[in-house]
Structure formats: structure tokens, C-alpha cells
């Protein structure tokens, strides 16, 4: 099982750092486990995480993105100016709040927001891998 406790996690081929990127290979990619609010059905938060990380495309995961922006973490800041990102988590204009929130703006391009909350993972996967096969390789 893997742990989306702390800050933030990177999984995959690159280093386990907040300022990991996989900039070479295609976007960002940000998993929020939503851990405190509860609100994406487990099954869903699941079943993403797994096929991520199954898919050996570095990607980030977070505890909660909602706690992140109470406690303004400045994590957000190096998200937000990372470049194209991908983000599994809420409503994205939930999501855009909390950058908001914590004093930070996701650029209007870009960015990509999935919502966990009525996407299934069927849906959201290849749309965060963006046709990145297994092992992080593009696919041909």
C-alpha cells in the first residue's frame, strides 16, 4: 500500500523530492488522497493511486491539498510554477480556490484538474498519463 501520509511523496523513476518533475517525459502529475475532508469515494482514490503507480510515471502524491492551503505551504507555490501539471483531486474550481487560498495562482494554461469526485479512475487515468505507456515511455 502506498503511504500518501506527510506533505507530499514522489513516485516513479525520479528523486523523492517536492521539487521532482517530470518535465522530460510529459506533465506533472499531482494525486491529492483528500485525506482529511473525505469526500472522493475510497474506491476511486484507490484504484487511481494504484494504476499510477503501477504505470511507473513519476508522479506526486498528497495527504490533502485543502490542508496544504490552510497551512499555505509553500509546496503549492513550486506546483503551480512547475509548468503543465495534471491533478487528480476535487472540483477544479475547488481546487483553484485552495492555490488561491494560500496565496498562490495556478496559470490558466496548462493546467489540467480531474475531478475524483465524479470522474471514475477509468476516466482520469489516461488522461493524467496522456499517453504515457507502462514504465513511463511514451506509447507509440
Same mark, same amino acid.
Given at each position: 500500500? /502506498?503511504?500518501? &501520509? #506527510?506533505?507530499?511523496?514522489?513516485?516513479?523513476?525520479?528523486?523523492?523530492?517536492?521539487?521532482?518533475?517530470?518535465?522530460?517525459? #510529459?506533465?506533472? /502529475?499531482?494525486?491529492? $488522497? %483528500?485525506?482529511?475532508?473525505?469526500?472522493?469515494?475510497? =474506491?476511486?482514490?484507490?484504484?487511481?493511486?494504484?494504476?499510477?503507480?503501477?504505470?511507473?510515471?513519476?508522479?506526486?502524491?498528497?495527504?490533502?491539498? %485543502? =490542508?496544504?492551503?490552510?497551512?499555505? &505551504?509553500?509546496? !503549492?507555490?513550486?506546483?503551480?510554477?512547475?509548468?503543465?501539471?495534471? /491533478?487528480?483531486? %476535487?472540483?477544479?474550481?475547488?481546487?483553484?480556490? !485552495?492555490?488561491?487560498?494560500?496565496?498562490?495562482?495556478?496559470? =490558466? &494554461?496548462?493546467?489540467?484538474?480531474?475531478?475524483?469526485?465524479?470522474?471514475?479512475?477509468? =476516466?482520469?487515468?489516461?488522461? !493524467?498519463? $496522456?499517453?504515457?505507456?507502462?514504465? #513511463?515511455?511514451?506509447?507509440?
Amino acid at each position: 500500500m /502506498i503511504s500518501t &501520509d #506527510g506533505p507530499i511523496k514522489n513516485h516513479g523513476d525520479t528523486a523523492v523530492t517536492p521539487d521532482a518533475r517530470t518535465s522530460d517525459t #510529459g506533465p506533472r /502529475i499531482l494525486f491529492c $488522497n %483528500c485525506t482529511y475532508a473525505k469526500v472522493i469515494p475510497k =474506491e476511486v482514490k484507490r484504484s487511481v493511486l494504484k494504476q499510477l503507480s503501477d504505470s511507473g510515471v513519476a508522479f506526486d502524491a498528497v495527504a490533502d491539498l %485543502c =490542508e496544504m492551503s490552510a497551512r499555505k &505551504d509553500p509546496t !503549492l507555490a513550486n506546483i503551480a510554477g512547475s509548468g503543465d501539471v495534471k /491533478i487528480a483531486a %476535487c472540483y477544479p474550481r475547488a481546487v483553484k480556490w !485552495l492555490f488561491h487560498a494560500a496565496g498562490v495562482t495556478l496559470p =490558466e &494554461d496548462g493546467v489540467e484538474i480531474h475531478n475524483m469526485r465524479v470522474q471514475g479512475a477509468d =476516466e482520469i487515468v489516461p488522461l !493524467l498519463l $496522456n499517453g504515457r505507456a507502462v514504465g #513511463g515511455a511514451p506509447s507509440s
